[in-house]
């Protein structure tokens, strides 16, 4: 019996040691039973949650050798059930492929083995024990969060103002001998206190957010959070919107106002916002950073800017997602990296503007040239029109178009053949139930008024309708079409390109992002002035006037 060992621990808080303890028992297990472990297939996962199988390589990597002819072993080894999964789902899963694939799942602590008749049920029984575990744990966390919330500590998290101090606990041992940590803290970290309250005041005496954005960057003020997109850590209009929002620096603390859930498809986890009934408030003096007259003014002035400059965009979508603008999200900064964006005007007349949001919104790139969004619609668009109907592209076309013709009239011929042999078969019918009816008709008039004969003579007239229904239905039909018809009738579509993808702004943005990874407008200067130069799918020289 050759076995392959599978080891795995959820967390850093548990001992590395853990998985040789694991693999120590299943060696010992397949010793004791003269079984050979395959050094090949000795995996294991570190840190990682057993509540889902994504990111688990060393699981997925097991189950694709398991795949392989010849097979390389016959039977993994795990220390108990919880170690495959602690969703039931995921295990009886892993278990089915396995078991397809003619390799068996033995636990060795509890005595469980796949190969047993009554396995599956068994292991249905400890994957619900394991599954519970997790729910039982994650109520506990959530409790022990309360309570923490509650007492004016900290349940997770960084926040710019402040510092994390650790609580201590003597009385109890925690991760690599130092004492316990019961709860976190925090403490005014007074340099960046002070940057909270000048973003404060400055906003509510009248200062934009990305003024106030563009000021902390000249000032080279660290950012709270490095880039994730982006080249430059920088403050953004965002990062201080949010700021503002913050209760935490008028000495409140909110908890429970998201929830985590775990996508079944991906395994990460997501945010999902909860009902404001169901959060938590509690004061914590000693937190606040800024005045309650300061909080209050920020707050009414937030409220009137968003009444009047309020968000156009549906919740949880993005700008570029469903913009008007055809070319939004595919246009990056040559400068900088930084996605182009409208930082200027609306659409409705035709002015609105692309240009780099890190100049414009942080200070933190040099590239301060505009472009009017048709300007740049228009130009791009000729430059597909050129290369689109180039000869040999047209030619392409007609032949594809062509090609997709003749199979779907072959599609067609052939229907019709079968058609055409349903319709003998109807006609054939309909003279049967002719001579029926005109049989029962006969009867009717030698015997007189009969209603068994009225409704048998009926129900064949109602066939005989629904027979002449389906011949009627079919019509002989000829389509033909030269070379010349199909090259005339794509030349004339692909001329009338710019109104095609005019049609569905949202279908052609996907399509495009199926062929362009990127389009790079680097800024150039000329005689006759500045100009984008774009790289990417398209390279065109686009005027900015």
């Known amino acids: 019996m050759r076995c392959a060992i599978y080891a795995r621990y959820s967390s850093d808080m548990q001992r590395d040691s853990s998985i040789e303890d694991q693999i120590r028992k299943c060696r010992e297990f397949a010793e004791l039973r003269g079984w050979i472990v395959v050094e090949d297939y000795v995996r294991f996962d570190e840190a990682i949650s057993a ?5 688990r390589v060393a699981l997925q990597s097991l189950i694709e050798d398991a795949k392989q002819r010849p097979r390389p072993f016959d039977r ?47 292991l249905t029984l400890h994957g619900m024990m394991d599954e519970q575990f997790l729910v039982g744990l994650a109520d506990k966390v959530h409790r022990g969060q309360e309570g923490r919330t509650l007492k004016g500590l900290l349940a997770g998290g960084r926040c710019y103002g402040y510092r994390n101090v650790p609580i201590e606990d003597p009385t109890r041992t925690g991760k690599y001998g130092r004492p316990a940590v019961s709860g976190v803290a925090l403490q005014i970290n007074e340099e960046e206190a002070t940057v909270v309250r000048s973003i404060f005041q400055l906003y509510a005496d009248g200062t934009g957010l990305a003024a106030i954005a563009k000021k902390l960057n000249a ?15 920088a403050w953004a209009y965002s990062s201080v919107y949010e700021m503002l929002r913050n209760e935490r620096y008028r000495g409140v603390l909110v908890w429970n106002r998201t929830r985590k859930e775990r996508n079944p498809e991906t395994g990460r986890k997501t945010s999902r916002p909860r009902p404001e009934a169901e959060w938590l408030r509690v004061d914590v003096p000693e937190w606040r950073i800024v005045s309650e007259e300061l909080w209050q003014a920020v707050q009414k002035r937030t409220e ?99 090609k997709e013709l003749e199979r779907r009239l072959n599609e067609v011929k052939q229907r019709s053949t079968q058609q055409s042999c349903q319709d003998a078969k109807l006609r054939s019918e ?30 064949v007239e109602q066939k005989i309708a629904e027979g002449d229904r389906q011949l009627t239905a079919h019509k002989e039909f000829d389509v033909t079409a030269s070379l010349d018809e199909i090259r005339e009738f794509v030349t004339k579509e692909l001329l009338d390109i710019r109104s095609i993808l005019r049609e569905d702004v949202a279908k052609t943005k996907l399509a495009l992002r199926r062929h362009i990874r990127d389009l790079v407008l680097t800024p150039k200067e000329a005689d006759a002035g500045k100009y984008y130069e774009v790289s990417g799918c398209a390279y065109r020289k686009l005027r900015s006037d």
């Open 76 to 122: 993994i080894l795990i220390e108990d059930s919880s170690r495959l999964a602690r969703n039931l789902e995921d295990a009886l899963r892993v278990e089915a492929i396995l078991r397809f694939n003619d390799v068996f799942v033995t636990s060795v602590s509890q005595g469980f083995d796949s190969q047993q008749k009554f396995s599956r049920q068994l």
């Open 304 to 402: 009137e800017m968003r009444k009047h400059f309020g968000a156009k965009t549906a919740p949880g979508l993005t700008r570029g997602a469903h913009s008007r603008y055809l070319f939004s999200g595919l246009l990056t900064c040559g400068e900088c990296g930084a996605k182009m964006v409208i930082v200027s005007g609306s659409g409705l007349r035709g002015y609105a503007k692309y240009g780099c949001p890190s100049h414009r919104y942080r200070g933190t790139c040099a590239n301060g040239l505009m472009i009017r969004y048709e300007i740049l619609e228009q130009q791009m668009l000729a430059g597909l029109e050129a290369r689109v109907l180039k000869p040999e592209m047209v030619e392409y076309a007609v032949m594809c178009f062509q």
């Open 51 to 55: 509540a889902s199988l994504a990111q």
């Open 430 to 459: 309909k003279e049967r139930l002719n001579a029926q009816a005109a049989n029962l008709a006969d009867a009717i008039a030698a015997s007189g008024h009969s209603p068994t004969l009225l409704r048998r003579l009926a129900e």
């Open 219 to 233: 000032e080279a003020i660290l950012a709270p959070q490095p880039p994730r997109t982006r080249q430059v850590r």
